[in-house]
């Protein structure tokens, strides 16, 4: 698949050099291509990459994943263009500044907020409920760690769910986009347990089943 990927920081390098690393080719769209750290995050993803500017990395791209902070998402969409039934996979989480707390709940969500935003586009809310640390490798002894998803197109979220797969991630489906409006809170606990009760981040939901 072709991957693009709008941010080069924490998520967007790590997802992008596991991506790479799975045969993907991903184009990175950046605000500063040209950067050193842009130049050798490319060249970590093993031939299989390029950076660009925002709005040139879209075309062609059968995933469009927004790897920004929450402030910066509505800006960086406005990038775009025309977005209608591309599969944008949102990895963000409504943050407040000093990650006491989430901006958005329980009536509405940043997966949905993103949706009015991105008009047209099939966004599936997804890797935003583990560290990058852990997408650079899911593997917890003989168990994957669980990344939930979840969209309201079938089609894109089976393009999410490879995806997934491809990095080593269980995958469970977590419904409508509407979901956004748990998998945000639980990526909030999962803040709280990594940096306030020290769990730090190489720790991972996990969904058993019997
Ligand atoms: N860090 C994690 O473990 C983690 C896990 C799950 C979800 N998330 C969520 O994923 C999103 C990205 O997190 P991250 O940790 O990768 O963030 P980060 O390390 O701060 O990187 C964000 C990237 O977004 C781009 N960007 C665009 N506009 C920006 C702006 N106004 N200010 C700063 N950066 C801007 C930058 O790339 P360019 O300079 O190339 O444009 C930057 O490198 C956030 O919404 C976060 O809540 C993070």
Request: net charge neutral; glycine share 12%; with cysteine.
């Amino acid at each position: 698949m072709k991957v693009a990927i709008l941010g080069t920081g924490s998520v967007g390098s790590a997802l992008g050099i596991r991506w790479g690393d799975a045969g993907h080719s991903v184009v990175f769209g950046s605000r500063s291509p040209q950067g050193e750290n842009v130049k050798q995050l490319v060249a970590r993803c093993g031939g299989r990459a390029v950076a660009c500017s925002l709005r040139e990395a879209i075309p062609g791209a059968d995933a469009i994943v927004i790897a920004v902070p929450w402030g910066a998402a509505r800006e960086t969409l406005s990038h775009l263009g025309d977005l209608t039934g591309r599969t944008l996979i949102d990895c963000t989480n409504p943050l407040l500044a000093d990650l006491s707390g989430i901006e958005l709940g329980h009536s509405t969500s940043a997966g949905e907020q993103i949706a009015t935003w991105a008009a047209g586009a099939n966004v599936v809310k997804a890797f935003n409920s583990a560290s990058a640390k852990v997408m650079f490798n899911p593997q917890f002894g003989e168990h994957r760690a669980t990344m939930f998803y979840c969209g309201d197109d079938a089609a894109a979220k089976l393009v999410v769910r490879q995806l997934i797969e491809d990095i080593g991630f269980d995958p469970v489906d977590a419904g409508p986009l509407t979901s956004s409006r748990y998998l945000e809170p639980l990526a909030m606990l999962y803040i709280h347990l990594a940096f306030r009760q020290g769990f730090g981040g190489n720790c991972a939901f996990k969904i058993m089943k019997r």
